[in-house]
């Protein structure tokens, strides 16, 4: 069980691209959450999706910000027009029941983004 | 009123010694309270967790105390060693949806 890859682990990217992040939960697990940590400060929630779905995207930017879990393949946090606030650790965790957050999320190492 | 504030940001404690770090929260609607680990360049892990019926939970050298109506919890981590050294953070969730976290506390242990 090779547990929640994220890839890539540091990503640089300059202001105006598009980053895009991806998140393979572990095997068997449907629901995805992704967090942002900003430096020494603690993770924020960002979205919570199921295959296909987004439940939650209540701690998403309004803008330049977008996830998908689709049926196949992993799920991809896709950040538009990328400025220097949006350097950060973002962290997907996945679980096996709906009540992730209960029973303890199993959380990725994280993708540093870094915009330049 | 989703928010978890965590004291002390940092701590620094000999080998052996006991380290504690606090936690309060404002919504009464949090049913539960997990502990994560943090080691540089990785993901959080969680450690132990805990439910508002109980006061208290051990496992191992890890202690949660639990003060439902103060709205705090701590964690104390007993003889502390030097592979505890990382990045705790408390955080709670509201009938086990997303987690709101505190904001870190960075735990040295000194050999």
């Known amino acids: 069980n090779a547990g929640v890859m994220q890839n890539p682990r540091h990503l640089v990217r300059r202001r105006g691209q598009e980053a895009r992040l991806r998140c393979s939960p572990m095997?068997?697990?449907?629901?995805v959450y992704w967090y942002r940590q900003l430096p020494e400060e603690g993770l924020k929630f960002m979205v919570y999706?199921?295959?296909?779905?987004?439940?939650?995207e209540s701690g998403m930017p309004k803008e330049r910000f977008s996830a998908e879990f689709p049926k196949e393949g992993p799920s991809i946090l896709r950040i538009q027009q990328v400025v220097r606030g949006d350097s950060a650790a973002y962290f997907c965790?996945?679980?096996?029941?709906?009540?992730?957050?209960?029973?303890?999320?199993?959380f990725g190492s994280g993708t540093r983004l870094t915009v330049v | 009123q989703q928010q978890v504030k965590q004291s002390p940001q940092s701590l620094i404690v000999q080998k052996g010694g006991i380290s504690i770090i606090n936690c309060a929260y404002e919504?009464?609607?949090?049913?539960?309270f997990p502990w994560y680990q943090q080691f540089p360049g990785k993901g959080p892990a969680l450690l132990i967790a805990?439910?508002?019926?109980?006061s208290e939970k051990k496992e191992g050298r890890f202690t949660i105390s639990f003060n439902k109506s103060a709205k705090q919890f701590s964690l104390h981590i007993m003889d502390s060693q030097p592979g505890d050294s990382a990045t705790y953070f408390c955080?709670?969730?509201?009938?086990?949806?997303?987690?709101?976290f505190g904001g870190g506390t960075r735990v040295l242990v000194k050999p």
């Open positions: 965790a996945s679980s096996l029941s709906a009540a992730g957050g209960l029973y303890g999320y199993t």
């Open positions: 095997k068997g697990h449907s629901h």
């Open positions: 999706l199921q295959k296909e779905n987004i439940i939650d």
């Open positions: 919504n009464t609607a949090f049913d539960y």
């Open positions: 805990i439910r508002p019926d109980v």
């Open positions: 955080a709670a969730s509201a009938a086990g949806n997303k987690l709101t």
